[in-house]
């Protein structure tokens, strides 16, 4: 079935420094990229996601980039600020609404 | 405004109780799914549903099973709770693309 491989595990920037994660999967017939954010106690969120016919997408600070043909996907902050501290999952679909993550990334921005 | 709710933020039980989490959504949506979350394995899949009264197995299906009556509830039960079943789980509901996750839960078995 489909695996998601999320790096780094931990990553660590000083405020105002650019953070970058990412995601390798494994069927090539995902068409579906979301990114989630979830911060200390509560519930992750999607903050932005990409489909397989778009190569980039990009939201203010944040964008997310996707090679179909290595098959990888990464997450892109720029301008970190310590409010993007939080643990990142990368995830994966290819049939209907089901989501393959990864491991999660926890980002700590250091003011 | 997207709301899903979980019945208990915390819960804790003994080995071998019967645990029942509830899950509802007020957003009409299809799919409703359950997942556990333990520190490094990211989130895992343990069951899903398309529609009412029907169910399929994610990837770590073994111990658990779900019940859709109706459209906006999904219960994820546990037979007889283990040690290992020690988790966060959370419910999500979607009805293309993007998920809507609960609060979760923090089910502690001892």
């Known amino acids: 079935g489909e695996n998601v491989e999320q790096h780094p595990s931990t990553l660590s920037v000083q405020e105002g420094d650019s953070a970058v994660i990412k995601c390798t999967y494994s069927?090539?017939?995902?068409?579906?990229f979301p990114w989630y954010k979830q911060e200390l106690g509560k519930r992750p969120q999607l903050i932005i996601d990409?489909?397989?016919?778009?190569g980039e997408k990009k939201d203010q600070r944040i964008a997310v980039t996707l090679n179909k043909t290595a098959k990888h996907f990464s997450l892109h902050i720029t301008e970190t600020q310590p409010e993007d501290s939080a643990v990142y999952f990368c995830?994966?679909?290819?049939?209907?609404?089901?989501?393959?993550f990864g491991q999660g990334t926890e980002l700590s921005v250091k003011p | 405004d997207v709301k899903v709710t979980q019945s208990s933020r915390y819960l804790v039980k003994r080995t071998g109780e019967k645990v029942f989490l509830e899950c509802v959504q007020d957003?009409?949506?299809?799919?409703m799914f359950w997942y556990r979350q333990d520190p490094g394995l990211g989130l895992r899949l343990i069951y899903f549903?398309?529609?009412?009264?029907?169910?399929e197995k994610g990837d770590i299906p073994e111990g658990y099973s779900v019940s859709r009556e109706k459209k906006e509830r999904f219960s994820l039960i546990l037979e007889s709770a283990s040690t290992n079943q020690t988790s966060m789980y959370l419910c999500?509901?979607?009805?293309?693309?993007?998920?809507?996750f609960g609060p979760g839960t923090r089910l502690t078995v001892t």
């Open positions: 999500a509901s979607s009805y293309t693309g993007e998920q809507y």
């Open positions: 957003m009409d949506h299809e799919n």
């Open positions: 069927d090539s017939a995902s068409n579906y």
């Open positions: 995830a994966a679909s290819n049939q209907g609404g089901k989501l393959i």
């Open positions: 990409i489909r397989s016919n778009v």
């Open positions: 549903s398309y529609d009412v009264k029907m169910k």
